[in-house]
């Protein structure tokens, strides 16, 4: 799956369904876009555990 379809409907459902502020959707989305960026993620089938770790740091 493409990395910026699955982030809009992440985003999505944390705020339609979860009920999440719109505060919280624009972290999300900003921290998500930064690592997609860092990390040249364009397919979600590019996300690996210690990737995401590695990031965090």
């Not at 505060?23 to 397919?43: C, G, H, P, S, W």
């Amino acid at each position: 799956m493409n990395a910026e379809t699955a982030k809009r409907q992440f985003l999505e459902y944390i705020e339609i369904e979860r009920g999440r502020a719109v505060k919280t959707v624009e972290n999300y989305d900003r921290y998500l876009t930064r690592y997609f960026a860092q990390m040249k993620i364009k397919n979600m089938s590019k996300i690996a555990e210690q990737n995401i770790r590695n990031f965090r740091i």
